[in-house]
């Protein structure tokens, strides 16, 4: 039996009320406690081992002193949790495979109203002027995606119906289902430029930051559209600006930016061609989000794997 069976669990987020329900519909009787903030628990975080919730919340909450055992991650995405005065003596576990199929709508969506012309016949509209130009289609169109994990490798899966070629870039060249070829991130500048769509799904870390520079939007065709669901600070936004003001790309959807919320002001709020979806790409489902965490909590009881258990040493 494992040291963490019956071990009370801390649950910080925003639903914590159906985690809990939940987690105390597959274990009657177990120990769970829940808050949308860390300040409402921190007497409570040392009493129990098992922790689940927002990074940025659990992240406080290892500023008090206290440390889990285990601790799962309701996000993808772990920054607030590599903070360098953060402890790491314990197990990290972040959120995986639930997001693709949600990330593979937001990215069909802004697809087709690219090919669809959706934001020009709405300009149209508004001038009440009769909009002409045909539309395009997605058959044959070029797709690389930045980050061929398991999110990129399900939108490769979900997309695969709609006859775009689809490539792939990862650290390492590798075969990937989905993916005509995945290759590694040295390759970028060479796949951007063969791409109509680029697609970034990169996670934050030393290696990916600054990666969409003015050089690398130079070599992507005037008529590609960039696309990022990944981490803002990938972008370096200025360039991106001055990429799209001189008509260099057809446009971009950006879904995170450096700087959350993007206060009044910023300069991307004003730029052409350029729509910002305030990091809404892949919301994290309840339902499928507690399946997660009772799967990694059994995994963990029973001396598996976790999936997604985060290595430290690379961030993810």
Same mark, same amino acid.
């Given at each position: 039996? %494992?040291?963490?069976? %019956?071990?009370?669990?801390?649950?910080?987020?925003?639903? &914590?009320?159906?985690?809990?329900?939940?987690?105390?519909?597959?274990?009657? #009787?177990?120990?769970? &406690?829940? =808050?949308a903030? &860390?300040?409402?628990?921190?007497?409570?975080?040392?009493?129990?081992?098992?922790?689940?919730?927002? !990074?940025?919340? +659990?992240? =406080?909450?290892?500023?008090?002193?206290?440390?889990?055992?285990?601790?799962? /991650?309701?996000?993808?995405?772990?920054?607030?949790?590599?903070? !360098?005065?953060?402890?790491?003596?314990?197990?990290? %576990?972040?959120?995986v495979?639930?997001?693709?199929?949600?990330m593979?709508?937001?990215?069909?969506?802004?697809?087709?109203?690219?090919?669809?012309?959706?934001?020009?016949?709405?300009? /149209?509209?508004?001038?009440?002027? $009769?909009?002409?130009?045909?539309p395009g289609?997605?058959?044959?169109?070029?797709? +690389?995606?930045?980050?061929?994990?398991?999110i #990129?490798?399900?939108?490769?899966?979900?997309?695969?119906?709609w006859?775009l070629?689809?490539? #792939?870039?990862?650290?390492? !060249?590798?075969?990937?289902?989905?993916?005509?070829?995945?290759t590694?991130?040295? %390759?970028?500048?060479?796949?951007?430029? $063969?791409a109509?769509?680029?697609?970034?799904?990169? !996670?934050?870390t030393?290696?990916?930051?600054?990666?969409?520079?003015?050089p690398?939007?130079?070599?992507?065709?005037?008529?590609?559209?960039?696309?990022?669901?990944?981490?803002?600070?990938?972008?370096?936004?200025?360039?991106?600006v001055?990429?799209?003001?001189?008509? &260099?790309l057809?446009?971009?959807v950006?879904?995170?930016?450096?700087?959350?919320? +993007?206060?009044a002001?910023?300069?991307?709020?004003?730029?052409?061609?350029?729509?910002?979806?305030?990091?809404?790409?892949?919301?994290? +489902?309840?339902? =499928?989000?507690?399946?997660?965490?009772?799967?990694?909590?059994?995994?963990?009881?029973?001396?598996?794997?976790?999936?997604?258990?985060?290595?430290?040493?690379?961030?993810?």
């Open positions: 039996m %494992s040291t963490t069976d %019956s071990a009370p669990i801390l649950i910080i987020d925003a639903q &914590h009320h159906e985690y809990a329900t939940r987690v105390r519909q597959a274990y009657p #009787g177990r120990e769970v &406690h829940g =808050a903030s &860390h300040a409402a628990v921190v007497d409570l975080a040392a009493q129990c081992p098992l922790w689940f919730g927002q !990074p940025d919340q +659990l992240a =406080a909450l290892l500023r008090q002193g206290c440390t889990p055992r285990w601790l799962q /991650s309701t996000w993808a995405g772990i920054t607030p949790l590599l903070a !360098p005065d953060l402890p790491r003596d314990y197990r990290l %576990s972040r959120a495979g639930i997001f693709g199929q949600v593979a709508e937001y990215l069909l969506t802004y697809l087709l109203a690219h090919e669809r012309r959706v934001l020009g016949r709405l300009a /149209s509209q508004v001038d009440q002027r $009769w909009d002409g130009p045909l289609t997605l058959a044959g169109r070029r797709l +690389l995606i930045v980050g061929a994990g398991d #990129g490798q399900r939108v490769a899966q979900c997309l695969a119906p006859g070629e689809v490539r #792939g870039i990862a650290r390492e !060249p590798r075969a990937r289902v989905g993916f005509e070829q995945v590694g991130q040295d %390759s970028l500048a060479e796949q951007a430029a $063969w109509d769509y680029l697609f970034n799904l990169l !996670p934050d030393p290696d990916t930051r600054d990666l969409y520079d003015a690398l939007f130079a070599r992507m065709k005037p008529d590609a559209l960039f696309i990022n669901a990944g981490r803002g600070g990938a972008v370096v936004e200025q360039d991106l001055a990429a799209l003001e001189r008509g &260099h057809a446009g971009a950006l879904d995170v930016c450096r700087e959350e919320p +993007l206060p002001g910023h300069p991307l709020w004003r730029v052409p061609r350029l729509l910002l979806t305030g990091h809404s790409a892949a919301p994290t +489902l309840p339902g =499928a989000m507690a399946q997660l965490f009772l799967d990694n909590l059994q995994r963990l009881e029973t001396g598996q794997d976790l999936r997604g258990q985060v290595d430290f040493r690379r961030g993810y």
